[in-house]
């Protein structure tokens, strides 16, 4: 596990990256859960490089997890006022779950977030993405509320939103 890095995305050229990562990880976390049309619309909508683009330009962080070098993952991360930051994406390649290595991105959220001087750390999450829910809470985080947000073509993210308070968390 030694082998995993967390890489800032610093330039456009990896922005493809994050789109490919999205696309092989996606059908198998949300085949279950959402229809193909959702899951190719939401790629889309949240991966394409002028998305990317744009978010790190309004202050979102881009990181890549990477195994020996290749990219297994990513996340992304954001201050929402009120001393408060997003976690706004957290995926892993499902042939690494189950390893620790996403308790290590939650953990990279976490520090991330308490260097920016936020006191809580939310994020969303599908109803339905059981595995993930186990995570979060296995991770110290709680469920705040649920939400249910039309994102275009008369689709919905039906989520809860969970939290942690920072202040109350050990130091790692």
């Given at each position: 596990m030694d082998s995993i890095v967390f890489d800032p995305v610093t330039s456009p050229e990896e922005y493809p990256v994050i789109l490919d990562l999205a696309r092989r990880i996606w059908g198998p976390t949300y085949e279950e859960i959402l229809s193909p049309e959702q899951i190719e619309y939401m790629i889309d909508m949240m991966y394409a490089p002028?998305?990317?683009?744009r978010e790190r330009k309004e202050g979102i962080v881009f990181e890549l997890v990477k195994d020996n070098g290749v990219p297994v993952g990513f996340l992304s991360y954001g201050p929402c006022g009120n001393g408060e930051m997003k976690l706004h994406k957290l995926y892993l390649s499902p042939a690494l779950h189950g390893k620790g290595i996403g308790s290590?991105?939650?953990c990279r959220?976490?520090?991330a977030a308490k260097a920016?001087?936020?006191?809580?750390?939310?994020?969303?999450v599908n109803k339905q993405?059981?595995?993930?829910?186990?995570?979060?809470r296995r991770n110290g985080f709680r469920l705040i509320r649920e939400e249910k947000n039309p994102i275009g073509n008369g689709f919905f993210m039906d989520d809860y939103v969970f939290g942690i308070n920072l202040t109350e968390e050990p130091a790692s």
């Open positions: 002028a998305v990317v683009d290590r991105m939650l959220a976490k520090e920016l001087g936020a006191k809580e750390l939310h994020l969303n993405n059981a595995r993930a829910i186990r995570a979060y």
